[in-house]
Structures are given as structure tokens and as C-alpha cells.
């Protein structure tokens, strides 16, 4: 059945999510509008172009763009368009019991009127998420976007070396696989955010710019054992080529195919 003449078009968003743990829904130029409902996540959401009446505790408010919404999970709230304005906006739903895993409070429902932190966050996370980066990236973007808005669970006790190094070493062993920050702080006993500054003060590198500099070491070994370069993105945990020659470039200044070339035995 063909929609009527005067139906609202509604864009397909995208949406992007990691099993119990998080969505983000990225929405351009949309008439679509939400009746009041609750969601069992923390969500926390932005307009990006256009304007919205938003209904939060118990109050409609008119918010443009560049506002941002939290909302506390299972508590009701809708976000509409103004009528005949179509909008852009991104939300994102985090699964409390993650929020936790990263020593991190759920915050209270709250509107902010202009976010550009928030802003800022979101625009590091849809360019990561299309770049296909590893999830360790993903976790720490998420974790700076939403540390400012989450009251902190009581830090744990200052990081020892030997804790640091429980992550380090684990790390070191399963750089090619999928590594979350929750597990990191798990080891090492640490807060996610304990665990960032830990590490780079241990090893110069945040726990994610240490997993793709140890994938490209890798990489660079079956290079030189002969391993075509898709089969070593593959092996190394990349998501596709692109992303592997350009972050084998940035620390060897060769694509992985002119690396091969270079290559001389001595």
C-alpha cells in the first residue's frame, strides 16, 4: 500500500551497536516523530540541524540545535519536530550495567542547552564507527564522551606498577582480538579512567593507540614472511585494508604493499 500523498518522509537511520552494551542512532533530515515512552538504557541525544519540543520531566520544552537531552532510564520523555521542519539528531542508548563496568554513574535527566562537548564526542564517534575502528577506540571515545556527564563511582585505590602491567601484559597477548576498556580496568584493578592515564604514563600511549601500534608490529613480521597485505590486515584485527595501509603508513610512512617491495634480504 502506497503511503498517502502527505506522509512525513522518513530517512533510514543508521545504527550502529554493541551487543548489552550500547546503540547510537544517527538521523538526517527526518519528520519522524516519537509518542512519550521510556527505555531501559541511559540514553543521551543531540540535535544536530532544526528544532524539537522535548518532553522531559514532565515539562515541553523547545531546544535547537546543538542542545543535548539526558534521560535516565525509565523515565518518559519524546522528542518531536516542529511541524513541517524536518530535523537531524543522534542518540545514543548505554545499557546502565556498562555504564557501571566503567566505574560510571547513570546520570540524572537534564537538559543542556548548548553541548558542544557533547557535540564534539558524537563527531569522534560516527567518524570512528565509520572508519570501522577496533572497539578498544570505540570504548574510549565513548568513555571521554560520557565521563563529564556521569557523576564517578568512588575511584579505586592509585594504580601500582604491577597492576598496570596485568592489563599491559594482556593486551600484549590479545592485540589482534576485540579488547574492551571494562576488561583492561577489570585487570588492573583500575578505573577506566585510572587505567587511560596509567598506561600512558607507562607507555607513552593510550590503551588503544598501544593495540594498533602492537597490531602493526605484527603485521610488519608477516610482511616480511611473505603474508599478502589483506591476509595480514585480516590477521591483525583490522576491519578492512583502508584502514590497515593507513595506519601501517602512519607509523612506517609505507603502505603495507610498498613495505613488501622495500624489503631487502640481508
Known sequence: ??????????????????????ELRDVSDSAACYAPHVHDTFSLGQIVAGASQCLIDGLVRPIAAGAAVLVRAGDVHACNPD????????????????????????????????????????QQLVAALERQDSGLAIDEILYRLLRPLAPAVPSRPRDQPHQVGRACDYLHEHACDAVDLATLADLAGLSPWQLIRAIRRQTGLTPHALQLNLR??????????????????????????SHFTRQFKRQTALTPGGYRQALRTA
Do not use: C, T
Not at 500500500?1 to 550500547?22: C, E, L, N, Y
Not at 608490529?217 to 595480514?232: I, N, T
Open 216 to 241: 602493526i608490529q605484527r603485521a610488519r613480521v608477516w610482511l616480511r614472511q611473505g603474508m599478502a597485505p589483506a591476509d595480514a590486515a585480516q590477521q591483525a584485527g583490522f576491519a578492512d585494508q
Open 83 to 122: 511541524p513541517g521542519r524536518p530535523w537531524s539528531y543522534r542518540m545514543l542508548h548505554v545499557d546502565p550495567a556498562w555504564l557501571a563496568r566503567l566505574a560510571l554513574n547513570e546520570p540524572a535527566s537534564a537538559l543542556q542547552p548548548d553541548a558542544p562537548g557533547i557535540h564534539d564526542g558524537f
Open 1 to 22: 500500500m502506497k503511503p498517502a500523498p502527505d506522509s512525513p518522509r522518513v530517512p533510514s537511520p543508521r545504527i550502529w551497536h554493541h551487543a548489552g552494551q550500547w
